[in-house]
């Protein structure tokens, strides 16, 4: 069994290949983890009108709840302009048609060098190889280049959300209390009521007894109301053929090509 070097051309085509399978994998992770932002934004939804009205309509006049507030829509804001950025499409590195080499690339070699010895074909194949890892490096550099800045968006979306939080539960707390008051002023009116009817229907009892009418009326108050730059080993950096992997935007069909 032979010792994998870095002077081995097969053993860098192996150690490249496996980083972008690693990278790829790690940027799709990012993306299905997504969901725990949507999971945070839909809490927030579901009490965001009701403060809003409280703040717009001054139902709650407090400057604590209105600093909170604003310190929340700072917040909510950066997370929401980190998520979008996000998910918003961009260009992965993806490697061509093994064809381009075996075929195309290799038919230029053997048109441009001028080798006629019994090494010829050794020569082309490293060549050849070394066009790969041209092609191997930019891709990975690129991969993770957009894994780094995804990971950062996710990671800023997701923290400044939860930061958010903790103001809009202030306003959270002013909101159920302003809707206690309501619910005790409710009560307040309903006992004044029943008061009322029973102190009627005792007067009722009170003027039958006595053969006399007395009309009594009560009026009950209104309830309130988001050439390659790698020095291979054994290659001649001059005569390797620069190869870079198809450049594909994400939901798109468009193949860019360097």
Request: charged letters at 20%; aromatic letters at 10%; a positive charge.
């Amino acid at each position: 069994m032979t010792k994998e070097t870095f002077y081995d051309l097969e053993y860098i085509i192996k150690i490249n290949e496996k980083r972008i399978e690693e990278y790829i994998s790690a940027y799709q992770k990012v993306l299905e983890r997504f969901t725990n932002i949507i999971i945070i934004y839909s809490a927030i939804a579901i009490f965001l009108v009701p403060i809003c009205q409280d703040i717009c309509f001054a139902e709650v006049k407090h400057w604590l709840l209105l600093s909170c507030f604003i310190v929340f829509c700072g917040l909510f804001l950066i997370s929401l302009y980190n998520t979008i950025r996000l998910i918003m499409p961009v260009e992965v590195s993806y490697l061509k048609s093994p064809r381009s080499y075996y075929d195309t690339m290799r038919l230029q070699y053997e048109q441009t060098l001028d080798i006629q010895d019994h090494g010829r074909d050794g020569k082309i194949a490293k060549l050849l190889q070394a066009s790969y890892i041209d092609e191997l490096e930019e891709a990975l550099e690129m991969n993770i280049r957009v894994f780094t800045r995804k990971s950062s968006f996710y990671y800023n979306a997701l923290m400044f959300a939860l930061l958010s939080a903790v103001p809009f539960l202030i306003c959270l707390c002013f909101h159920i209390t302003k809707k206690g008051d309501k619910v005790q002023q409710v009560e307040i009116v309903n006992s004044d009521k029943f008061i009322n009817l029973q102190l009627n229907q005792t007067d009722s009892k009170m003027s039958r007894n006595t053969n006399t009418t007395t009309n009594t009326t009560t009026n009950p108050k209104p309830a309130l109301p988001t050439g390659t730059s790698t020095k291979l080993p054994g290659i001649d950096n001059a005569q390797v053929i620069r190869s870079s992997p198809n450049i594909i935007k994400e939901n798109s069909q468009h193949i860019k090509k360097k």
